[in-house]
């Protein structure tokens, strides 16, 4: 057994310790991931100083320039290793993390469904049924009261409407009658046009032509005026 088994043998030996907590773990990473950077930072330190002795030296002192490059292949060996190591811790941290969060989430799952028991306990399905169904009726008995106030009421509104129109119509007519009444029609020519006077001769002609035109149309405008006087009287009548 290597002496590393042994010492890890040696410390868990006592059966009844009890097991950290995942905080106390993470918590003891985060120290070791810590104390390591620092050494890390430290070897750099110390290379870069070996680096820069070799070179002081050169070939002036090659027994102290080698002695620098040997300290400084030791300390670049060390380094690797904390990498290595920072690497682990760090790969480690994280499945700590994961796990204790899992746990939690695993808890804090079965407490829900612990609850969601003790509440399913105090329901009983066909009182849920029978709760439904009330609400149902409620619910038909509500939207009737609704169309019953909706629905029109007679309040003695039952008219014959034939009776209704026939007095809207005479109502009509009168209005009718009544504005015929005010409307002034032009008096209609009881005596017959003179006759047409005789030609005169020459210079005269020419105005007596026009004359005759003239009377020809005011006698044909006030034909049509009587024929559009006698239409309106026919049929306000």
């Known amino acids: 057994m290597s002496k590393l088994g042994k010492f890890f043998k040696g410390g868990g030996s006592s059966k009844s310790r009890a097991a950290p907590s995942p905080q106390e773990a993470l918590a003891r990473l985060r120290e070791t991931e810590e104390m390591l950077s620092k050494k890390q930072e430290y070897l750099e ?11 002081k030296h050169g070939t002036q002192n090659k027994r102290a320039a080698l002695q620098a490059l040997k300290r400084k292949k030791r300390f670049e060996k060390q380094l690797t290793q904390i990498d290595g190591t920072l690497s682990t811790i760090e790969f480690q941290r ?59 009421a007679g309040f003695g509104d039952d008219f014959d409407e034939d009776e209704l129109m026939a007095e809207l119509e005479e109502l009509e007519q009168e209005e009718l009658n009544k504005k015929m009444t005010n409307i002034h ?9 003179p006759a047409q006077p005789a030609r005169m001769p020459s210079r005269t002609s020419g105005m007596s032509s026009a004359a005759h035109r003239s009377r020809a149309a005011s006698s044909r405008r006030a034909e049509e005026e009587d024929d559009d006087i006698k239409q309106l009287a026919a049929w306000a009548t």
């Open 185 to 193: 029609l032009p008096n209609v020519p009881s005596s017959s046009l």
């Open 94 to 152: 994280e499945a700590l993390e994961n796990s204790h969060t899992n746990t939690e989430v695993l808890r804090n799952m079965g407490f829900a469904a612990k609850a969601m028991k003790a509440v399913h306990e105090n329901m009983d399905l066909n009182k849920i049924d029978d709760l439904m169904q009330e609400i149902t009726e409620q619910q038909d008995i509500a939207q009737e009261i609704s169309e019953a106030f909706s629905q029109r």
């Open 45 to 55: 330190n110390r290379i870069q100083r070996e680096l820069a002795l070799a070179k």
